[in-house]
């Protein structure tokens, strides 16, 4: 089966520091929307998180070989399902991220471990539900 995945926007962020995970980022950037999807961006506010889907798109390729991968977090050899390593069958990243604030169709935000120009999929709200 083949799928095929529109890109909304990107990212564009100054900073040369790239954190490992989006939980101990304080990078700030902006998310660039697309204008066709702007109106898709109402209700989002400052204060809130974000879930933002992403292509990693300057990842290596993937291989068999990259089924079992070293963790970056604990350091010991796992499988990929079970790291957020960019190098997976399909290059799809995901981050929560914080609003600073919303002009026009940019959403500036805080917490990023993107590149600049990281092709943006979607962006979702962040749901805390009840634990148990």
């Known amino acids: 089966m083949s799928i095929e995945l529109t890109s909304i926007g990107y990212v564009r ?3 040369a520091e790239r954190p490992r995970h989006w939980s101990v980022s304080d990078v700030e950037g902006t998310l660039v929307i697309d204008e ?3 109106e898709g ?3 989002i506010e400052a204060g809130q998180r974000i879930v933002v889907i992403f292509t990693f798109h ?3 390729g993937y291989s068999p070989q990259s089924l079992r ?3 970056g977090h604990t ?3 796992t499988g990929v399902f079970s790291t957020c390593s960019p190098i997976r069958p399909n ?3 995901m981050s929560v991220v914080e609003v600073l604030g919303i002009r026009d169709a940019n959403i500036d935000v ?3 471990d993107m590149l600049d120009g990281t092709p943006i999929l979607d962006i979702k709200p962040h749901i805390e539900g009840p634990r148990g």
């Open 41 to 43: 961006l109402r209700d």
């Open 13 to 15: 962020t100054d900073s």
């Open 91 to 93: 290059p799809i990243g």
């Open 36 to 38: 066709e999807y702007s």
């Open 69 to 71: 991968q070293t963790s």
């Open 58 to 60: 300057r990842s290596p």
């Open 75 to 77: 350091g010991r050899e």
């Open 110 to 112: 805080r917490g990023l």
